[in-house]
C-alpha cells in the first residue's frame, strides 16, 4: 500500500518551472541565426552548445568545453577515442539519446560506444565519460587557436586566442590519474586511461591559467556530474520561478518556460572572484564589488529582455547596464556600446539601441549607476 501511495504521489507530483524548458525550440532558422540550446547556468560564464551544423544533423563533430560568444564560436574541443584510432585525427561521432536540460547534456556516442554526462558551474563544468570497450582510452584536447601544456600536477592548462590578444583560458583535471600522455603538437595533447568510467573537471577565465584553476576548486572541487547537475537545476528552478503561471495547458508553460529560459543565455558574469578582463583597455580591473557583464548585443535585447529585467532584477539590470558605461569609460572613443562581446564592441545594426535602455531605467527611477557618465557615452554615440 505505501509502495502504491509513493508512485502515486510520484505521478502526481506537479512540474517545477525548469522541468518545462525545451532548450530543441527556436534551433532552427531559414533567415537569421537561431537560437541554441545552450548549457549553462542562468548568465554564467561557461556555455556548451553541442558541435554539430544545425539541429538536424546526426554528427557531432566534438564535445565542447565552452563557446566565447552567443553566436557560438566554439573554444576547446574534446574528443574521446580509443587505442586503435587515429588521435590526430578530426574524429566525428554519430550519436543518439541525447537529452538536452538547461542545467545538463547527456548523450550516446553510439558508434565510439561511449556515453558522456556533462553539467557546468558559472565559470567551471565536469565531463563524466562512460567507455563499454576494454582498452586504452583517450580524451583527445584540441586548443585549435592556442596551445595546451601537461603539468605535473596532472592537469592540462593552455590558452585560445579568440581575436588579436584575446584569450580564454582552460585549467582541466581528470579526477582519474592518466597512464599516458601524448604530446600530439601545441595545440593538442592525449590523456590516456585504463578505467572505463573517466570525470574530467575544468575551470574557465579570461584573465590567466591560475584564475582558471581558482574557479574550478571554488565552485566544483570534488563534485561528482550528478551533483553538479543537481545544484544548476535549483539554480535554474529559482530563476525562473520569479515568474509563476497560473492556469493554460503544458504546451503554453513549456513555450512561456523555454523563452524565459533564453533570456538568461546573456549577458554573461565575467567578475572572477572580483576581477574581469576588459577588451576595452585589455587590463584586468578590479570590479569594485558589483558584478560585471558582457555579450551583450542590445539591437536583439532592448525591446524585451532589458525591460523585462526591471520588473524581475533590477540590481541584475542595472549591473549590466553599469558595465557597458565602464566599457565606454575605458574604450578610446567613448561611446556607449552597441554590441558589447569578449572581443570588443561588435558595431552591428543601425543607431544604438543601448541608450534606450539607459532611459528605460533612468524613467522607472532605477539609477543605481553614474547618470551623469551615462549620458556622456550615450551623447558620445
Known sequence: MAVALGVFLLKGRPKACVDYVNPYIGSISHLLVPVYPTVHLPNGMVRAVPLRNEYSDNVLSGLPITVAGHR????FVIRPMSASEDLTAERKYHYDFEDIRPYRYRVSLDDAGIDVDYAPSCQSAAYSFTFHADSTHYLVL?????????????????????????KIFLYLLPEERPNKIIEISEKKIAIGFNQNQV??????????????????????????VEEIASNGRSVWNET?????????????????YSCLYMIFERPIAISEDGRYFSVFDGMVHDDGGRVFYTDDWYWDT???AHPLRTIIAPQMEMDMVNSSIQMASQSEFKWMPTFPTVTGDNHSMNCNHGIAVVADLISKGLNDFDVEQAYEVCRGA
Do not use: W
Request: aromatic share 8%.
Open 72 to 75: 557560438g564560436g566554439t573554444t
Open 199 to 224: 570525470t574530467i573537471r575544468y575551470g574557465v577565465s579570461f584573465i590567466d591559467a591560475g584564475q582558471a584553476r581558482a574557479n574550478m576548486c571554488r565552485e566544483i572541487a570534488g563534485h561528482s
Open 240 to 256: 525562473l520561478s520569479k515568474i509563476k503561471v497560473r492556469g493554460g495547458t503544458d504546451d503554453q508553460k513549456t513555450v512561456f
Open 142 to 166: 584540441n586548443s585549435e587557436k592556442g596551445k595546451l601544456v601537461y603539468g605535473d600536477d596532472g592537469a592540462v592548462s593552455g590558452s585560445f586566442v579568440l581575436k588579436d590578444s584575446v
Open 302 to 304: 532592448y525591446r524585451a
